[in-house]
């Protein structure tokens, strides 16, 4: 007589070393069976998986609460929000298949800001447009309350910079400003 | 608020709703996580992906159109951080799993995260004690002895059999048809030959 295909019991029993010899032979010899212990094999392993995942630290999620916070708070005056960073999005508008991909990022506000940044030789360049194209005549880049570099924008908005160091700054664009922007 | 589906948390925290924006950390917390510690990331660089997978979401939330595909979103942008992260810290992937790029990850990345997480749900739905059985009878590895199960559950030896395969069945339930399919039909059908 033979067996009754084996049940999920019986298949995750087989999986973890605890099932019983007659059916341990008839999975082998059953294409059904065989087919349904890949399936419990692939819940036991992400099981196994699940449970080794870490917790988060009460750092980390402290850190997230505060990002909650600070973006439903209304942003201070003159401060542009980030609204792209090609970076963080899942499916990035630009794919590049170079090992360091350009970064593209949207600051709107007062303004819009958009700004693509490349590693360049002896740091990071910068190439942006305003919109509207004739809202400030230069943009600055500053660090710990120093100007680190200023450039002039053309008839089209557009400004470039070069080689800026691979820190935090603070953009200023007329009254307008981006703060804590990593330039890595 | 442990029971509220992704759509309501979303949109409660669209509207500001700090406790539904700490059930959804807390609720995807060890998927995130788990992505940048499986890549070989330490603790303090994967706690750095998770906060700019944190900072991708909230800037997000309008843009989630389907709830549903939340779990998706997230291992995507998490793996986009997570690549970025080793990357920078010259990391090399480990031999099981494929690696990253700039772009989005292989399907089969996302799927192996997206089990997982439905693994994981599913057990959180299922009563403690069921859970706590299941962990220890399968999920635990190195997995204890019968013996040393009944004793930590506090039970007779002889229950564990009945009530492990009640548990089964509950965390099959659950699992169906997303990711089980037909397991249970397969046993109810006489065999071949």
Known sequence: MGLRHADFTQLFDHLSGRGRRPVANHIESCPACTENLEKARLILEAGRRAMKAPKPSKRAVGRAMRLFRGFHRPPRPGFLRLVLDSFLQPAPAVRSTAADPPRFLRFDGQITVELQLTAGSRGVDMHGQLTPSDCAREVEVRAADRVLRRARVGSEGHFEMTNLPRREVEIRIGEARIGGLHLA | ?193
């Open chain 2, 1 to 193: 608020m442990a029971q509220l589906d992704d759509a309501v948390l979303l949109s409660a925290c669209e509207k500001g709703d700090e406790s539904a924006w700490r059930t959804l950390v807390e609720r995807y917390a060890p998927l995130i996580l788990s992505i940048p510690r499986r890549y070989g990331l330490k603790a303090a660089q994967a706690d750095d992906v998770f906060g700019e997978t944190c900072l991708a979401l909230v800037r997000s939330l309008k843009s989630i159109r389907d709830p549903k595909s939340l779990p998706q979103w997230l291992i995507r942008t998490t793996t986009r951080a997570t690549w970025e992260a080793a990357r920078k810290a010259g990391k090399t992937p480990p031999a099981d799993l494929p690696p990253l790029t700039g772009a989005a990850p292989p399907d089969e990345v996302v799927a192996l995260f997206e089990e997982e997480q439905l693994v994981r749900e599913a057990l959180g739905e299922i009563s403690g004690r069921c859970r706590k059985l299941l962990e220890l009878l399968y999920f635990t590895v190195p997995e204890p002895s019968y013996d040393r199960i009944a004793e930590l559950m506090e039970m007779p030896r002889g229950s564990l059999g009945p009530t492990r395969r009640r548990c089964l069945d509950r965390l099959r339930a659950l699992l169906e048809p997303r990711l089980v399919g037909d397991v249970s039909s397969a046993a109810e059908r006489p065999p071949r030959g």
